[in-house]
C-alpha cells in the first residue's frame, strides 16, 4: 500500500529526473537511497555513483557500457572500430540481457563468451579462467564478466569471491547481475549468499523483484564515482548549464543514457522508510521459507521428482510432476517425449481453470519442468498446499 501511494504520489508530482532544479526531491531522495545500497552492498561509506533506469536488462546494459569506456575511453567518440575485438563472459543460466546488451552495444552475441555451470546452476570458475585464457590466445580483449547473483530458473548464486579472484587477476571489470538475488543482501540470515559481491565494479539490483516495490524499481551501482558521468554525459547547453548557482553534481540526467527519466525511488524510499531494513528483511525470508515448505512438502512425495537434488538457494523451486501414467515407465526416449507435454498441459488447465499458474520450461538436456518462484509475502502455506494439489488434480489423467 506505501508504494502504490508513493507511486500515485509520483504520477501527481509528474515531473523528470534529469536537473535538480525540476525534481529537487526526487533527485536528493535517489542520491541518499543509492548510497544506501551501496553501504548494503560493501563499499565503504556507500562510496561510488549509480542510477535507477528501466528494468535489470537496461541496468545490466549500462554496466556493459561503462566497463568498455573503463578500458577503451576513445569508443565514445570513435565507435566499435577504433578498439580491438572485446568479448565479455557470462553464465550459461544467466539472462539472456547480457546478450542483448552486447548486441545493442555493437559489441555482438557472437562475442559473449557463456560459461560452464555446475548441476546447481552455478558458474564453474575454472572454466571461466580457461575461457579467458583461450580468447586471449585469439587476439581478443576481455573486458567484463557477468556473475550471477539469483539466476532466472535455478536460482543459484554464482561463486562470486572466486569469480572476484579471477577478474583481479587478468584486470577484467566484474558486473554482479543480482537483479533477482540482490534482495537477499537485506536478510542476515541469507545474504552470505552474496559473499564477494563487494569486491564488483558493478552490481545490478531489482527492489521490484524480490522486495515487491511497484514495478519498475531497478538499480545499476558503481563503485568508482564519476565514470558513469564520463562515459554519458553529452553537456546539453540547454539543460546542464555549467553557471548554475546549486551543485551540478545533482543535475543527474548527463550521466544517463536517457534524457526524459522516470522517477523510480520515491515508492522505494517511502516502504524503506516504513517499514525499514527489519520490515524487508521479515518479507524476504518469509518468501525463502515458503520456497523451502513447497520443496520439503514434495522432494519425497509420489509423482514429483526434483530438477536438482538439494533444498534451493533461492524461491526458485524446479521440479517434474510424474502422471500416474509415466510412474512405471523404464527412463527412455519415450517418456522423456512424454513428460515434455506435461508441464504445458498442466499450465494450460490451471489458466482454462484460473486457479493458479506456474512457470515451466526445458533448460540443457532437461524436459520441461515447473519453476515455482515465490515473492509475494503475502502467500501462505495453504496456498503451497493448494498448489500441490491442484497439479495432482489436473494431471493425473494425462
Partial sequence: MVGLAADWLTSAANTNMFTYEIAPVFVLLEYVTLRKMREMVGWPGGCGDGIFSPGGAISNMYAMLIARFKMFPEVKEKGMAAIPRLVAFTSEHSHFSVKKGAAALGIGTDSVILIRCDERGKMIPSDLERRILEAKQKGFVPFLVSATAGTTVYGAFDPLIAIADICKKYKIWMHVDGAWGGGLLMSRKHKWKLNGVERANSVTWNPHKMMGVPLQCSALLVREEGLMQSCNQMHASYLFQQDKHYDLSYDTGDKALQCGRHVDV?????????????????????????????????????????????????????????????????????????????????????????????????????????????????????????????????GQDL
Fill in 266 to 394: 520515491f515508492k522505494l524510499w517511502l516502504m524503506w522508510r516504513a517499514k525499514g531494513t527489519t520490515g524487508f528483511e521479515a518479507q524476504i525470508d518469509k518468501c525463502l521459507e515458503l520456497a523451502e515448505y513447497l520443496y520439503n512438502k514434495i522432494k519425497n512425495r509420489e509423482g514429483y521428482e526434483m530438477v536438482f537434488d538439494g533444498k534451493p538457494q533461492h524461491t526458485n523451486v524446479c521440479f517434474w510432476y510424474i502422471p500416474p501414467s509415466l510412474r512405471s515407465m523404464e527412463d527412455n526416449e519415450e517418456r522423456m517425449s512424454r513428460l515434455m507435454k506435461v508441464a504445458p498441459m498442466i499450465k494450460a488447465r490451471m489458466m482454462e481453470y484460473g486457479t493458479t499458474m506456474v512457470s515451466y520450461q526445458p533448460l540443457g538436456d532437461k524436459v520441461n519442468f515447473f519453476r515455482m518462484v515465490i515473492s509475494n509475502p503475502a502467500a501462505t502455506h495453504q496456498d503451497i498446499d493448494f498448489l500441490i494439489d491442484e497439479i495432482e488434480r489436473l
